[in-house]
C-alpha cells in the first residue's frame, strides 16, 4: 500500500503559517515584506508561474512588485533595474523569472542580485553556502521536497538516495540537501550508466528529468519513497510527471502525484525564503 503525499495540502498548511508569520513580523517592525517579480517578454508558461507567484504574495500578506519588461529590453536597462532593487530596503526578495530572452545575458543579470535577496537561491554564495550546510537561502523546489520528507516523517539518514537530473535549479542543490540530511546520495544524469540498476539501489527516488513517464515500475525497489519533480505533458496533451505514476505506485510507500504534488511546494518555499530574508536583514 502507497502513501500520495499531498503537495496542495501541505502547502496551504504552510502557506497559512507562513502568514501568521509574516502577519508578526509586520506588527513587530511596522515594515511590509517586499519581493519583487521581473518577468522579461511574453512567454506563457512564465506569465503563469509569475502570476501564481503574485497570487502567493497575496494570499500570505507579502506585497509585490512586479516588473514586466519588454521581450527586446536592452541588457542595461535589465541591469539598472537590478542594480536600484538591490539597494531598495522595500525589497526583501528578488526574482528575475527564467529562461530571459535569448539576447539577454542571465548569468550577468543574475550575479546583480545579492545573495541577502536572492530568494530563489540561484547565486553562487547560496549555492556554496548551501554546500558548506551554513544556512542559506535555499533553491525552491528542492526545498519543497525536503518539507515533503519531513511532513510524513520520512527518516532520510543512512537511506541510499539517487537524484535524476543535475540542474543547478533542481538536482544539484536536491543532492546537497539529501547529503546534508545524512542520505548516500547517486546524482545521475543522461551519460549515468546503468540508470536502472542505480535506481534499484534507491530508497528515495528524486526524479528532475524532463522526460514523461520516463521512470518504470521495473526501475524501482519495493517500498521505496518517489518524488516527481516532473511537469511535463503526455501523449494526449495531459499534464504528467516524470515517473509513470500508475505503474510504479504500488512499489512505494510514498509517492508523490502530479500535478498536486511538488509544484505548489515551490512557491510556498519562495514565500518562506521572502519572509526570511526579511527577518535576516
Ligand atoms: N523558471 C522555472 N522555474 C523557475 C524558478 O524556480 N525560478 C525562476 N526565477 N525562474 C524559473
Redesign the pocket.
Known amino acids: 500500500m502507497y502513501k500520495l503525499i499531498d503537495g496542495k495540502k501541505l502547502a496551504a498548511k504552510m502557506r497559512a503559517d507562513i502568514k501568521s508569520k509574516v502577519d508578526e513580523y509586520k506588527a513587530a517592525s511596522g515594515k511590509e515584506i517586499g519581493l519583487a517579480v521581473v518577468l522579461v517578454g511574453e512567454d506563457p ?2 506569465q503563469v ?1 509569475v502570476r501564481n507567484k503574485i497570487k502567493a504574495c497575496e494570499e500570505v500578506g507579502i506585497k509585490s512588485y512586479a516588473y514586466y519588461l519588454d521581450k527586446e529590453v536592452a541588457q542595461s536597462r535589465v541591469e539598472e533595474l537590478i542594480r536600484s532593487l538591490s539597494v531598495d530596503d522595500k525589497i526583501n526578495g528578488i ?5 530571459l530572452p535569448r539576447h539577454l545575458d542571465s548569468k550577468k543579470i543574475l550575479e546583480l542580485i545579492p545573495y541577502a535577496k536572492d530568494v ?1 537561491g ?1 547565486s553562487a554564495e547560496n549555492m556554496g553556502r548551501l554546500c558548506m550546510n551554513e544556512p542559506c537561502l535555499v ?3 528542492p526545498n519543497g521536497v525536503m518539507k515533503m520528507f519531513e511532513s510524513e516523517n520520512i527518516d532520510l539518514n543512512g537511506k541510499n538516495a539517487v537524484v535524476i537530473g543535475r540542474s543547478n ?1 533542481v538536482g544539484k542543490p536536491m543532492a546537497m540537501l539529501l547529503t546534508n540530511a545524512n542520505a548516500t546520495v547517486t546524482l545521475c544524469h543522461s551519460r549515468t550508466r546503468d540508470l536502472k540498476q542505480k535506481c534499484l539501489e534507491a530508497d528515495v527516488v528524486v526524479a528532475a528529468i524532463g522526460k514523461a513517464k520516463f521512470i518504470k515500475a521495473d526501475m524501482i525497489k519495493d517500498g521505496a519513497v518517489v518524488i516527481d519533480v516532473g511537469m511535463n505533458r503526455d501523449e494526449n496533451g495531459k499534464l504528467c510527471g516524470d515517473v509513470d505514476f500508475e505503474n510504479v505506485k504500488e512499489k512505494c510507500s510514498f509517492i508523490t502525484p502530479v500535478p498536486g504534488g511538488v509544484g505548489p511546494m ?1 512557491i510556498t518555499m ?1 514565500m518562506y525564503n521572502t519572509y526570511l530574508s526579511a527577518t535576516r536583514s
Open positions: 508558461a512564465s508561474y526574482l528575475v523569472q527564467l529562461p530563489d540561484f533553491a525552491c523546489t535549479i515551490t519562495l
